[in-house]
Nanobody, 115 residues
Framework: QVELVESGGGWVQAGGSLRLSCAPSRTTFAIYAMAWYRQVPGKERELVARITIDASTNYADSVKGRFTISRNKSRDTVYLQMNGLKPEDTGVYYC?????????WGQGTQVTVSS
């Protein structure tokens, strides 16, 4: 019944920006952390950014200084502001919520960055 609704992906030229958002269709669990992962063909999903319930954050080295993860607690929504996008950022981005029940995953949203 619970789905993570993602939006904000798209096609952008190198140097451009995108803002991803994700929120559960309903919140029947306690959220411990929210995160964004990305995946490219032939490679395992990698953590891009995570924000915990105490607002601590961590980022993949490749996106530090360019991406910012944030959370709107009143809306149970997590955002990923992506600036200075590079072709290497291309991939499918998946929202993840770690809860007291289990991990939830979004369907993924495609981000394509071209030169």
């Amino acid at each position: 019944q619970v789905e993570l609704v993602e939006s904000g992906g798209g096609w952008v030229q190198a140097g451009g920006s995108l803002r991803l958002s994700c929120a559960p269709s309903r919140t029947t669990f306690a959220i411990y952390a929210m995160a964004w992962y990305r995946q490219v063909p032939g490679k395992e999903r990698e953590l891009v950014a995570r924000i915990t319930i105490d607002a601590s954050t961590n980022y993949a080295d490749s996106v530090k200084g360019r991406f910012t993860i944030s959370r709107n607690k009143s809306r149970d929504t997590v955002y990923l502001q992506m600036n200075g996008l590079k072709p290497e950022d291309t991939g499918v981005y998946y929202c993840n919520i770690r809860s007291n029940i289990r991990d939830y995953w979004g369907q993924g949203t495609q981000v394509t960055v071209s030169s």
